[in-house]
C-alpha cells in the first residue's frame, strides 16, 4: 500500500526558512519522479518542483527558482524541499507527489500526470 506523509510545514516570517520531508512507503524511489505542488486558497494547485527519475534532473516553477532546492534520498525513500528567502506569496498547503518513470520541465507542473498524492502540510508566512 502507497503511504505519502509530508511534515515540516508551519509559520515562518518573511524572509525565513523551511524544510518540508515526504516519506514514501510501500514502494522504493528508485523508478519513481517526485514532485512538489501548493495550493492556496481560492488558487488552482501549483507546481513547485520535481526531480526526475534516472539522471535525477530537477525543474522548479519560475516563482521559485533561487530560493527552493528539491533533494531525493532514496536509500530514506525520501524527498526534501529546502525553502529559502520566503515569500507571503508562498503561503499554502505543500503536497508531496510521485509518478513511474521521468519527469521533465515541460509536464511536471501538469497536476494530472502524478499518481499518488500525499495530505499536503501547511505553509504560512507571515509576520
Known amino acids: 500500500q502507497v503511504q505519502i506523509v509530508e511534515s515540516g510545514g508551519g509559520l515562518v516570517q518573511p524572509g525565513g526558512s523551511l524544510r518540508l520531508s515526504c516519506v514514501v512507503s510501500?514502494?522504493?524511489?528508485?523508478?519513481?519522479?517526485i514532485g512538489w505542488f501548493r495550493q492556496a486558497p481560492m488558487k488552482e494547485r501549483e507546481g513547485v518542483a520535481a526531480v526526475s527519475s534516472g539522471d535525477g534532473s530537477t525543474y522548479y516553477a519560475d516563482s521559485v527558482k533561487g530560493r527552493f532546492t528539491i533533494s531525493r534520498d532514496n536509500a530514506k525513500n525520501t524527498v526534501y524541499l529546502q525553502m529559502n528567502s520566503l515569500k507571503p506569496e508562498d503561503t499554502a498547503v505543500y503536497y508531496c507527489?510521485?509518478?513511474?518513470?521521468?519527469?521533465?520541465?515541460?509536464?511536471?507542473?501538469?497536476?494530472?500526470?502524478?499518481?499518488?498524492w500525499g495530505r499536503g502540510t501547511p505553509v504560512t508566512v507571515s509576520s
Open positions: 507527489t510521485i509518478q513511474r518513470g521521468t519527469t521533465r520541465a515541460s509536464s511536471f507542473q501538469i497536476f494530472w500526470q502524478w499518481e499518488y
Open positions: 510501500g514502494f522504493t524511489l528508485d523508478d519513481y519522479s
